[in-house]
């Protein structure tokens, strides 16, 4: 995701500008030659102390999709990091999604599939997430001036391949159910979900838009 969007931007902006991406594992970036010569990748755990050659580095920081990586407990590190990366008055930018508020906290077993998957998954995995909703008020307490917050449902187009992305995702955490009775269930309502979604069953969920400036002075 990091390559691929820096990539575009390196075909769209001119050469002078750099462009950094950063992930905590180097893994899956493609080979250096695949991207223009002004895009760097690195590793970059952004819950740890923030390197010092990295601080006040940047015009904009662009963050997307870590509802599966913070919690309610690190998230006010994470923009605290974010922002001291920012040189005064750049920005900060967090693309969300929000798709766990538009399901209940406990299914029951008349529900379809992806109902009980999502509301498992929630409680198993991702029960510290409501600072999604609330980026605005971490961004202040960062020291940023919220300029935007916005949630948008994305066109159409993108409901088979954002659905197809979780039922992806959602398949290795099976392999992290230690009860087997319990992991055979989650593969079954797993391949029901998939099937659904292959008819064309998908979630509306939100983007969520927050962006902050950091003050000039």
């Not at 601080?55 to 407990?73: I, P, Q, S």
């Not at 399901?103 to 997430?129: I, R």
């Not at 979780?166 to 797993?190: V, Y």
């Amino acid at each position: 995701m990091v390559s691929i969007w820096l990539g575009e931007l390196s075909r769209e902006l001119p050469p002078s500008v750099a462009l950094d991406g950063f992930d905590i594992s180097d893994e899956q970036y493609p080979p250096e030659d695949w991207y223009g010569e002004n895009v760097s990748l690195s590793k970059l755990d952004i819950f740890q102390p923030l390197p010092e050659r990295l601080v006040g580095r940047y015009d904009v920081v662009h963050l997307r999709f870590f509802m599966t990586v913070a919690t309610d407990d690190n998230i006010q590190l994470a923009v605290d990091n974010l922002t001291a990366m920012l040189k005064p008055g750049g920005s900060l930018q967090w693309v969300e999604r929000d798709w766990l508020s538009k399901f209940p906290n406990v299914a029951s077993k008349s529900d379809d599939p992806h109902t009980q998957l999502t509301c498992y998954l929630k409680q198993k995995f991702w029960s510290k997430t409501s600072w999604i909703n609330d980026l605005p008020s971490h961004f202040q307490q960062a020291g940023l001036e919220v300029l935007a917050h916005v949630a948008e449902s994305p066109l159409p187009i993108y409901r088979k391949p954002w659905n197809d992305d979780n039922m992806m995702g959602w398949a290795p955490i099976a392999d992290r159910i230690e009860d087997e009775e319990e992991r055979e269930w989650f593969k079954d309502l797993h391949a029901k979900a998939a099937t659904n979604a292959a008819r064309g069953w998908y979630v509306n969920w939100d983007l969520i838009v927050c962006v902050g400036r950091k003050p000039v002075a």
